[in-house]
């Protein structure tokens, strides 16, 4: 079964320097993709970024970046130059291509950007 | 601004009330999503859509959860009775096909006393 797992419940990094947020899945399927979401405290959920497994080169979006590491089943989002409004819930999702294209969640890691 | 809409975005109902869930996908995507978020579970899958038909609604409890897509433009979650236990922010995500990434609705937040 897919799973994905995020180790770090929350996070504090200070305003400006860049930060990595976890995370690890498990499947057996060859094609898949993965996802990040960011969830504000007014609850909307946020798409930021994207690598599909066949992808030759790491995701950037922005101040956002993924580091895929296939090898070691790692998907981390890294952000640059943290901003106050960054300060939220992160998710990482992935989607078995097999699967008719629901995602799967990790439990989230909880960023807090200090000023 | 394309969006998908949710709507109520804030429910309270007392058990055994039904309580219907109401959303509105990005006009032209065929695949809509419906997720339930609690602090216990996180984020599951209910039920998806690809061109209005049903594909899996495995996560619903069937005997008081429905789900379906009047039109192309509206998506309803309904549940009946409801129970304290159904108590969650209840998301809609719509997409393009099965491999894009998905849009989320603003969520509705149900409570159930």
């Known amino acids: 079964a897919q799973k994905i797992t995020q180790t770090q419940p929350g996070m504090f990094v200070q305003e400006k320097e860049a930060v990595t947020l976890d995370c690890t899945y498990d499947?057996?399927?060859?094609?898949?993709?993965l996802f990040w979401y960011k969830q504000p405290s007014s609850g909307e959920m946020i798409f930021l970024i994207y690598?599909?497994?066949?992808?030759?080169q790491n995701a950037t979006e922005g101040r956002y970046s993924l580091n895929f590491q296939k090898a070691r089943k790692s998907a981390n989002l890294v952000i640059s130059a943290s901003q106050l409004g960054d300060s939220a819930m992160y998710f990482c999702?992935?989607?078995?291509?097999?699967?008719?294209?629901?995602?799967?969640f990790g439990k989230g890691t909880k960023l807090s950007v200090k000023p | 601004d394309a969006r998908v809409t949710q709507t109520p975005r804030h429910k309270v109902t007392e058990m055994g009330q039904e309580v219907t869930m109401r959303c509105q996908p990005i006009?032209?995507?065929?695949?809509v999503f419906w997720y339930r978020q609690t602090m216990m579970q996180g984020l599951e899958l209910l039920a998806y859509?690809?061109?209005?038909?049903?594909?899996?609604d495995s996560g619903m409890p069937k005997d008081r959860f429905s789900a379906e897509m009047p039109d192309a433009t509206l998506a309803t979650l309904k549940i009946q009775p409801s129970e304290p236990r159904d108590s969650a922010v209840y998301f809609c995500?719509?997409?393009?096909?099965?491999?894009?990434?998905?849009?989320f609705g603003p969520g509705t937040r149900l409570t159930v006393l």
């Open positions: 995500a719509s997409g393009l096909g099965r491999d894009n990434e998905q849009f």
């Open positions: 006009l032209g995507h065929n695949t």
């Open positions: 499947t057996s399927d060859p094609s898949y993709g």
């Open positions: 690598q599909g497994s066949y992808d030759q």
């Open positions: 859509f690809r061109n209005r038909a049903p594909l899996d």
């Open positions: 999702a992935m989607r078995d291509t097999g699967s008719q294209g629901n995602l799967i």
